[in-house]
């Protein structure tokens, strides 16, 4: 081990909770990760959902129109096809290894539809709020094909990816974000090890899609379907269990701003709220 690697910090396990049930949309079956009562957020973090089901009638209905202010989505589909369609013209479909990044801002209405009738839908949706500066900026729309991000497979059998920032060498696609954020996946073999360098100051999670870690020097367990919020450091120190693992991380600076949420609309003040909610029904979004 270099001088330089035994000089980093390795982030440690703060809070660990599991997914749990909930809907959304027009009947969307799901788990509800960040957002709920044992984990409200992680610093900018506001939201994590994990979809996924190989039957229809829990996902078909689909998320129809719906607006939203104040705050970004990244959808990260694992498996199936969702297509997206909003106010301001934008439309696409994310299908396996694909991301839909989309920036709120000011307003927009959109939908989420399910582009299949049967076999397997899988992803993540996560909220990642915008500084008070940013929250009233133009919204914008990515639909990010799993070709344009990086991916590096490794001799041992793992696999890394970036979606947004620069890990181990890999730059993902969104690189201009307000808060810089860092987010992919990592998998593991069983019984690997890997080793993610991180900005010290970023604050942020881990979500354990299939198989279980144990993470840094404590070795503290985190399970499928369980998330782990992270202490600040310069490293994550991840080894996966006999049936390997894949991770889903997420970090970015922090954002010491007051937070007011009222279902789709994120703002920093009740006030904003109720123009947000004037805003829309008086149809300026």
Do not use: C
């Not at 927009?108 to 992803?123: A, C, K, T, Y």
């Not at 991000?149 to 730059?171: F, K, N, S």
Request: charge should be negative; charged fraction near 20%.
């Amino acid at each position: 081990m270099t001088a330089a690697a035994e000089t980093l910090s390795s982030r440690t396990v703060v809070t660990v909770v599991a997914g749990i049930p909930a809907s959304d949309g027009a009947g969307v079956k799901l788990k509800r990760v960040i957002g709920q009562p044992g984990l409200d957020m992680v610093g900018p973090f506001l939201m994590l959902d994990e979809f996924g089901s190989d039957r229809p009638n829990d996902y078909i209905a689909g998320f129809p129109d719906h607006p939203h202010r104040g705050f970004e989505t990244v959808t990260y589909m694992i498996d199936g096809r969702i297509r997206h369609r909003d106010n301001r013209g934008n439309e696409g479909v994310v299908g396996p290894g694909g991301v839909q990044w989309m920036t709120t801002g000011r307003g927009i209405v959109h939908s989420e539809m399910p582009e299949q009738e049967d076999g397997l839908l899988r992803g993540m949706q996560l909220w990642l709020n915008l500084p008070a500066s940013h929250k009233m900026t133009t919204p914008g729309w990515d639909d990010i094909g799993p070709e344009r991000i990086p991916q590096r497979e490794d001799a041992d059998g793992g696999m890394l990816r970036v979606v947004a920032g620069t890990v181990d060498g890999l730059t993902g696609p969104k690189t201009d974000g307000p808060l810089d954020p860092i987010i992919g996946e990592a998998r593991l073999p069983a019984d690997g090890r890997r080793r993610l360098v991180l900005p010290e100051e970023h604050v942020g999670f881990l979500y354990v899609l299939d198989g279980g870690v144990s993470v840094g020097p404590a070795a503290t367990a985190v399970a499928e379907g369980q998330a782990a919020a992270l202490s600040g450091g310069s490293a994550l120190d991840l080894t996966a269990g006999g049936e390997g693992a894949s991770v889903f991380f997420a970090f970015a600076r922090p954002l010491n701003e007051p937070v007011a949420r009222y279902g789709p609309f994120v703002m920093n003040t009740k006030e904003e709220i109720y123009a947000a909610i004037h805003d829309f029904q008086e149809g300026r979004f």
